[in-house]
Protein backbone atom coordinates (compact mmCIF):
# COMPACT_ATOMS: atom_id res chain seq x y z
CA UNK A 1 0.00 0.00 0.00
CA UNK A 2 2.93 2.67 -0.49
CA UNK A 3 3.27 5.09 -3.52
CA UNK A 4 6.44 6.80 -2.47
CA UNK A 5 9.10 5.20 -0.33
CA UNK A 6 11.71 7.80 0.86
CA UNK A 7 10.72 10.87 3.27
CA UNK A 8 11.82 14.27 1.63
CA UNK A 9 13.03 15.67 4.56
CA UNK A 10 15.79 12.86 6.29
CA UNK A 11 15.54 10.81 3.23
CA UNK A 12 14.96 7.62 6.07
CA UNK A 13 12.87 5.12 4.26
CA UNK A 14 8.79 5.53 4.24
CA UNK A 15 6.69 3.08 6.62
CA UNK A 16 4.43 1.25 4.65
CA UNK A 17 0.67 2.59 5.03
CA UNK A 18 -1.76 0.26 6.71
CA UNK A 19 -5.08 0.07 7.59
CA UNK A 20 -4.28 2.72 10.53
CA UNK A 21 -3.59 5.37 8.19
CA UNK A 22 -1.54 7.16 10.54
CA UNK A 23 2.32 5.81 9.75
CA UNK A 24 3.03 8.98 7.59
CA UNK A 25 1.99 12.59 7.59
CA UNK A 26 0.75 14.15 3.99
CA UNK A 27 2.04 17.62 3.00
CA UNK A 28 -1.78 19.48 1.59
CA UNK A 29 0.15 21.81 -0.56
CA UNK A 30 2.08 19.69 -2.90
CA UNK A 31 1.14 16.31 -1.50
CA UNK A 32 4.21 15.34 -0.70
CA UNK A 33 4.19 12.49 2.31
CA UNK A 34 6.60 12.92 5.07
CA UNK A 35 7.83 10.67 8.12
CA UNK A 36 6.14 11.02 11.40
CA UNK A 37 8.94 12.35 13.08
CA UNK A 38 9.38 15.16 10.41
CA UNK A 39 5.82 15.76 10.70
CA UNK A 40 6.12 16.53 14.56
CA UNK A 41 9.51 18.44 14.00
CA UNK A 42 7.50 20.88 12.16
CA UNK A 43 4.18 20.72 14.61
CA UNK A 44 6.61 21.29 17.69
CA UNK A 45 7.78 23.92 15.89
CA UNK A 46 4.77 25.49 15.73
CA UNK A 47 3.46 25.05 19.01
CA UNK A 48 6.45 27.09 20.35
CA UNK A 49 5.06 30.29 18.18
CA UNK A 50 1.74 29.66 19.57
CA UNK A 51 3.42 29.65 22.99
CA UNK A 52 6.24 32.49 22.14
CA UNK A 53 2.67 34.56 21.02
CA UNK A 54 0.89 33.97 24.68
CA UNK A 55 4.32 35.06 26.26
CA UNK A 56 4.13 38.68 24.55
CA UNK A 57 1.21 39.35 25.21
CA UNK A 58 2.20 39.85 29.26
CA UNK A 59 5.39 41.88 28.17
CA UNK A 60 5.88 43.36 31.56
CA UNK A 61 8.05 40.18 32.73
CA UNK A 62 10.32 39.79 30.40
CA UNK A 63 14.42 40.02 30.41
CA UNK A 64 16.78 40.79 27.09
CA UNK A 65 17.12 36.69 27.47
CA UNK A 66 13.71 36.15 27.09
CA UNK A 67 13.22 38.28 24.23
CA UNK A 68 16.23 37.09 22.48
CA UNK A 69 15.07 33.55 23.08
CA UNK A 70 11.44 34.28 21.31
CA UNK A 71 12.99 36.18 18.67
CA UNK A 72 14.54 32.70 17.60
CA UNK A 73 11.12 30.89 18.53
CA UNK A 74 9.70 33.57 15.56
CA UNK A 75 12.32 32.44 13.09
CA UNK A 76 11.57 29.05 13.95
CA UNK A 77 7.94 29.80 13.56
CA UNK A 78 8.29 31.58 10.03
CA UNK A 79 10.12 28.18 8.50
CA UNK A 80 7.41 26.14 10.18
CA UNK A 81 5.07 28.15 8.57
CA UNK A 82 5.92 26.93 5.66
CA UNK A 83 5.95 24.13 3.52
CA UNK A 84 9.67 22.67 3.61
CA UNK A 85 9.30 21.51 0.07
CA UNK A 86 7.19 23.65 -2.31
CA UNK A 87 7.78 26.58 0.17
CA UNK A 88 4.03 27.52 -0.15
CA UNK A 89 2.37 28.68 3.36
CA UNK A 90 0.68 25.83 5.34
CA UNK A 91 -2.67 25.65 5.39
CA UNK A 92 -3.74 26.17 9.15
CA UNK A 93 -7.20 26.45 9.72
CA UNK A 94 -9.91 24.18 8.35
CA UNK A 95 -11.00 26.26 6.23
CA UNK A 96 -7.60 26.89 4.58
CA UNK A 97 -7.33 23.14 4.52
CA UNK A 98 -10.35 22.46 2.93
CA UNK A 99 -9.50 25.04 -0.24
CA UNK A 100 -6.14 23.74 -0.64
CA UNK A 101 -7.16 20.41 -1.52
CA UNK A 102 -10.15 21.85 -3.29
CA UNK A 103 -7.59 23.84 -5.07
CA UNK A 104 -5.65 20.10 -5.74
CA UNK A 105 -8.57 18.06 -6.79
CA UNK A 106 -9.39 21.09 -9.51
CA UNK A 107 -5.60 21.48 -11.06
CA UNK A 108 -4.45 17.76 -10.30
CA UNK A 109 -7.38 15.38 -11.60
CA UNK A 110 -4.86 12.57 -11.01
CA UNK A 111 -4.48 13.03 -7.52
CA UNK A 112 -6.37 10.20 -5.39
CA UNK A 113 -5.59 11.47 -1.72
CA UNK A 114 -6.74 14.85 -2.77
CA UNK A 115 -10.03 13.80 -4.08
CA UNK A 116 -10.07 10.90 -0.87
CA UNK A 117 -9.42 14.09 1.62
CA UNK A 118 -11.92 16.51 -0.05
CA UNK A 119 -14.48 13.17 0.14
CA UNK A 120 -13.24 13.27 3.87
CA UNK A 121 -13.96 16.72 4.31
CA UNK A 122 -17.70 17.05 2.86
CA UNK A 123 -18.02 13.69 4.79
CA UNK A 124 -16.92 15.56 8.21
CA UNK A 125 -17.90 18.76 7.27
CA UNK A 126 -14.47 19.89 7.90
CA UNK A 127 -13.90 23.39 6.66
CA UNK A 128 -17.30 23.08 4.81
CA UNK A 129 -21.10 22.24 5.32
CA UNK A 130 -21.90 18.36 5.72
CA UNK A 131 -22.02 17.31 2.01
CA UNK A 132 -22.89 13.53 1.82
CA UNK A 133 -23.82 13.34 -2.05
CA UNK A 134 -20.73 15.42 -2.68
CA UNK A 135 -18.46 12.90 -0.28
CA UNK A 136 -19.51 10.40 -2.27
CA UNK A 137 -18.73 11.38 -5.49
CA UNK A 138 -15.39 12.13 -4.21
CA UNK A 139 -14.48 9.20 -2.77
CA UNK A 140 -15.90 7.30 -6.46
CA UNK A 141 -13.14 9.35 -7.97
CA UNK A 142 -10.40 8.57 -5.64
CA UNK A 143 -11.56 4.37 -5.70
CA UNK A 144 -11.12 4.49 -9.35
CA UNK A 145 -7.50 5.75 -9.76
CA UNK A 146 -5.21 3.23 -8.91
CA UNK A 147 -4.08 0.96 -6.37
CA UNK A 148 -2.30 3.45 -3.80
CA UNK A 149 -3.28 3.73 -0.12
CA UNK A 150 -6.14 6.53 -0.70
CA UNK A 151 -7.44 4.57 -3.28
CA UNK A 152 -8.14 1.41 -1.05
CA UNK A 153 -9.43 3.64 1.71
CA UNK A 154 -11.52 4.99 -0.77
CA UNK A 155 -12.88 1.83 -1.61
CA UNK A 156 -13.60 1.16 1.86
CA UNK A 157 -15.54 4.27 2.10
CA UNK A 158 -17.86 3.55 -0.63
CA UNK A 159 -18.65 0.34 0.51
CA UNK A 160 -19.98 2.29 3.96
CA UNK A 161 -21.51 4.85 1.45
CA UNK A 162 -23.70 2.11 0.48
CA UNK A 163 -24.16 0.26 3.06
CA UNK A 164 -25.09 3.05 5.19
CA UNK A 165 -27.23 4.99 1.99
CA UNK A 166 -25.11 7.96 2.87
CA UNK A 167 -25.04 10.40 -0.20
CA UNK A 168 -26.32 7.60 -2.25
CA UNK A 169 -29.41 4.76 -2.20
CA UNK A 170 -28.47 1.70 0.05
CA UNK A 171 -27.25 -0.98 -1.91
CA UNK A 172 -25.91 -4.04 -0.10
CA UNK A 173 -24.79 -5.80 -3.65
CA UNK A 174 -22.66 -2.50 -4.34
CA UNK A 175 -20.85 -2.20 -0.95
CA UNK A 176 -19.87 -5.60 -0.83
CA UNK A 177 -18.33 -4.94 -4.92
CA UNK A 178 -16.39 -2.12 -2.90
CA UNK A 179 -15.46 -3.99 0.57
CA UNK A 180 -14.24 -6.98 -1.84
CA UNK A 181 -11.82 -4.17 -3.96
CA UNK A 182 -9.91 -3.22 -0.76
CA UNK A 183 -9.96 -6.17 1.07
CA UNK A 184 -8.44 -8.41 -1.55
CA UNK A 185 -5.59 -5.64 -1.46
CA UNK A 186 -5.54 -6.45 1.96
CA UNK A 187 -7.10 -3.50 3.45
CA UNK A 188 -8.07 -4.97 7.52
CA UNK A 189 -11.02 -2.72 7.63
CA UNK A 190 -12.83 -3.91 4.82
CA UNK A 191 -11.74 -7.65 6.25
CA UNK A 192 -14.07 -6.79 9.08
CA UNK A 193 -16.97 -4.92 6.97
CA UNK A 194 -17.21 -7.89 4.58
CA UNK A 195 -17.28 -10.52 6.65
CA UNK A 196 -19.97 -8.76 8.88
CA UNK A 197 -21.95 -8.57 5.91
CA UNK A 198 -20.88 -12.33 5.38
CA UNK A 199 -22.30 -13.43 8.84
CA UNK A 200 -25.53 -11.43 8.68
CA UNK A 201 -26.12 -14.24 4.86
CA UNK A 202 -25.31 -17.02 7.32
CA UNK A 203 -22.07 -17.79 5.58
CA UNK A 204 -19.94 -18.24 8.21
CA UNK A 205 -16.59 -19.71 6.82
CA UNK A 206 -16.20 -16.86 4.74
CA UNK A 207 -16.78 -14.26 8.03
CA UNK A 208 -14.71 -16.33 10.03
CA UNK A 209 -11.60 -16.48 7.05
CA UNK A 210 -12.24 -12.43 7.20
CA UNK A 211 -12.50 -11.84 10.36
CA UNK A 212 -9.14 -13.58 10.59
CA UNK A 213 -7.60 -11.66 8.27
CA UNK A 214 -8.40 -8.46 9.43
CA UNK A 215 -7.06 -9.86 13.03
CA UNK A 216 -3.62 -10.83 12.15
CA UNK A 217 -3.44 -7.24 11.05
CA UNK A 218 -4.14 -6.12 14.94
CA UNK A 219 -7.70 -4.09 13.48
CA UNK A 220 -9.74 -4.76 17.25
CA UNK A 221 -12.99 -5.25 16.07
CA UNK A 222 -11.65 -8.18 13.57
CA UNK A 223 -10.28 -9.88 16.75
CA UNK A 224 -13.03 -9.21 18.59
CA UNK A 225 -15.63 -10.74 16.23
CA UNK A 226 -12.88 -13.68 15.96
CA UNK A 227 -13.04 -14.13 19.61
CA UNK A 228 -16.46 -14.90 19.26
CA UNK A 229 -16.37 -17.29 16.76
CA UNK A 230 -13.98 -19.66 18.32
CA UNK A 231 -16.17 -18.63 21.66
CA UNK A 232 -19.23 -19.90 19.91
CA UNK A 233 -18.14 -22.57 16.86
CA UNK A 234 -19.21 -19.55 14.02
CA UNK A 235 -17.43 -21.59 11.13
CA UNK A 236 -14.58 -22.84 12.65
CA UNK A 237 -14.64 -25.28 15.55
CA UNK A 238 -15.17 -23.92 19.11
CA UNK A 239 -11.99 -22.84 21.36
CA UNK A 240 -12.45 -20.94 24.57
CA UNK A 241 -8.81 -21.00 24.68
CA UNK A 242 -8.37 -19.06 21.41
CA UNK A 243 -11.50 -16.69 22.10
CA UNK A 244 -9.75 -15.96 25.47
CA UNK A 245 -6.53 -15.20 23.04
CA UNK A 246 -8.20 -12.88 20.49
CA UNK A 247 -10.56 -10.93 23.12
CA UNK A 248 -7.15 -10.25 25.04
CA UNK A 249 -5.62 -8.44 21.42
CA UNK A 250 -8.95 -6.86 20.80
CA UNK A 251 -9.08 -5.26 24.09
CA UNK A 252 -5.42 -4.24 24.55
CA UNK A 253 -6.52 -2.48 21.03
CA UNK A 254 -8.86 -0.27 22.90
CA UNK A 255 -12.10 -2.95 22.11
CA UNK A 256 -14.40 -2.42 24.63
CA UNK A 257 -16.79 -5.21 23.81
CA UNK A 258 -13.34 -7.72 23.74
CA UNK A 259 -12.74 -6.06 27.33
CA UNK A 260 -16.03 -7.75 28.96
CA UNK A 261 -16.02 -10.71 27.06
CA UNK A 262 -12.25 -11.22 27.87
CA UNK A 263 -13.50 -10.66 31.75
CA UNK A 264 -16.77 -13.61 31.04
CA UNK A 265 -14.27 -15.67 29.60
CA UNK A 266 -11.20 -15.90 32.50
CA UNK A 267 -14.16 -16.46 34.72
CA UNK A 268 -15.50 -19.36 32.28
CA UNK A 269 -12.45 -21.22 31.95
CA UNK A 270 -11.34 -20.42 35.39
CA UNK A 271 -14.47 -22.30 36.65
CA UNK A 272 -13.87 -25.07 34.22
CA UNK A 273 -10.64 -25.79 35.44
CA UNK A 274 -11.39 -25.21 39.56
CA UNK A 275 -14.62 -26.86 40.24
CA UNK A 276 -16.37 -24.25 39.40
CA UNK A 277 -14.07 -21.90 42.08
CA UNK A 278 -12.89 -18.55 40.17
CA UNK A 279 -11.44 -17.18 44.01
CA UNK A 280 -8.81 -19.92 44.78
CA UNK A 281 -5.89 -17.91 46.35
CA UNK A 282 -2.93 -17.68 43.74
CA UNK A 283 -5.04 -18.48 41.32
CA UNK A 284 -8.39 -16.25 41.61
CA UNK A 285 -9.02 -13.98 38.37
CA UNK A 286 -11.69 -11.60 40.02
CA UNK A 287 -9.38 -8.75 40.56
CA UNK A 288 -8.31 -9.43 36.63
CA UNK A 289 -11.95 -9.76 35.41
CA UNK A 290 -13.16 -6.67 37.47
CA UNK A 291 -9.99 -4.68 36.03
CA UNK A 292 -11.42 -5.44 32.77
CA UNK A 293 -15.11 -4.89 32.75
CA UNK A 294 -14.86 -1.62 34.77
CA UNK A 295 -12.07 -0.92 31.67
CA UNK A 296 -14.89 -1.67 29.31
CA UNK A 297 -17.90 0.35 31.56
CA UNK A 298 -15.65 3.42 31.56
CA UNK A 299 -14.93 3.00 28.04
CA UNK A 300 -18.47 3.29 26.97
CA UNK A 301 -20.09 -0.51 26.82
CA UNK A 302 -22.23 0.01 29.40
CA UNK A 303 -23.74 -3.89 29.47
CA UNK A 304 -20.71 -4.34 31.77
CA UNK A 305 -22.15 -2.92 34.21
CA UNK A 306 -23.91 -6.09 34.75
CA UNK A 307 -21.04 -8.17 34.65
CA UNK A 308 -19.22 -6.23 37.46
CA UNK A 309 -22.03 -6.10 39.85
CA UNK A 310 -22.40 -10.09 39.93
CA UNK A 311 -18.47 -10.01 40.30
CA UNK A 312 -18.61 -7.29 42.96
CA UNK A 313 -22.09 -8.60 44.74
CA UNK A 314 -20.34 -11.86 45.29
CA UNK A 315 -17.17 -10.90 46.22
CA UNK A 316 -18.24 -8.46 48.48
CA UNK A 317 -20.68 -11.31 50.92
CA UNK A 318 -18.09 -13.12 52.80
CA UNK A 319 -14.23 -11.97 53.80
CA UNK A 320 -12.38 -12.91 51.19
CA UNK A 321 -9.63 -14.73 53.48
CA UNK A 322 -11.60 -15.95 56.44
CA UNK A 323 -14.81 -16.90 54.40
CA UNK A 324 -16.94 -15.21 57.57
CA UNK A 325 -20.21 -13.45 56.36
CA UNK A 326 -19.11 -9.32 56.19
CA UNK A 327 -21.53 -7.10 58.09
CA UNK A 328 -23.52 -4.33 55.99
CA UNK A 329 -21.08 -1.43 56.18
CA UNK A 330 -18.24 -0.74 53.99
CA UNK A 331 -15.66 -3.76 54.77
CA UNK A 332 -12.16 -3.10 54.03
CA UNK A 333 -11.07 -3.66 50.56
CA UNK A 334 -7.70 -4.24 48.64
CA UNK A 335 -6.67 -1.00 47.95
CA UNK A 336 -5.32 -2.16 44.68
CA UNK A 337 -7.69 -4.23 42.62
CA UNK A 338 -10.56 -3.19 44.81
CA UNK A 339 -11.89 -6.92 44.02
CA UNK A 340 -10.85 -8.23 47.95
CA UNK A 341 -12.69 -7.70 50.75
CA UNK A 342 -11.97 -8.19 54.46
CA UNK A 343 -13.04 -8.20 58.17
CA UNK A 344 -9.86 -6.92 59.82
CA UNK A 345 -6.38 -5.84 58.60
CA UNK A 346 -5.31 -9.30 60.02
CA UNK A 347 -7.05 -11.34 57.41
CA UNK A 348 -6.03 -8.56 54.47
CA UNK A 349 -2.51 -9.96 55.21
CA UNK A 350 -2.74 -13.14 55.73
CA UNK A 351 -4.55 -13.08 52.14
CA UNK A 352 -1.70 -11.27 51.25
CA UNK A 353 1.08 -13.52 51.80
CA UNK A 354 -1.07 -16.61 51.01
CA UNK A 355 -1.33 -15.53 46.95
CA UNK A 356 -3.05 -12.26 46.74
CA UNK A 357 -0.03 -10.80 46.14
CA UNK A 358 -0.36 -12.62 42.56
CA UNK A 359 -3.67 -12.05 41.71
CA UNK A 360 -3.57 -8.66 42.56
CA UNK A 361 -3.91 -6.29 39.59
CA UNK A 362 -3.35 -2.82 40.00
CA UNK A 363 -5.17 0.17 38.27
CA UNK A 364 -2.81 0.26 35.05
CA UNK A 365 -3.43 -3.54 34.50
CA UNK A 366 -0.35 -4.68 35.93
CA UNK A 367 0.34 -8.05 38.31
CA UNK A 368 3.36 -8.51 40.54
CA UNK A 369 5.76 -10.85 38.60
CA UNK A 370 6.34 -14.48 40.44
CA UNK A 371 9.53 -14.40 38.90
Not at 50 to 58: C, G, K, V
Not at 100 to 124: I, P, R
Not at 171 to 198: E, M, P, R, T, V
Request: with cysteine; charged share 25%; aromatic share 8%.
Amino acid sequence: MSDECICPICLDDLPDMTWRGNERSRLLCCGKQMCKACANLFSNRLRSAAEATETLQSPEHLTITDLEDLEEDFKRAIVALKCPLCRSELPLTEEDRFRCVENNVQNHEDWAWAHYKLGCYHDQGIGCLLDPKQAFIYFEKAANMGDISETLVASHELGNCYIQGKGVDKSQAKAIHWYKQSANAGFALSHFSLGQIYHSQGKFTDAFRLFELGANQGQNESQCSLAYCYEHGVGVQPSLQKSIFWNKQAANNGNQLAMANYAANILQITAMQNAGKVDLVGKSVIPEALYWARKSKAAGHQEAGTLISQIETGASRACTNCKRILPSSEPRKCSQCKAAHYCGRDCQLQHWKRGHKWDCMDANGIKKSRD
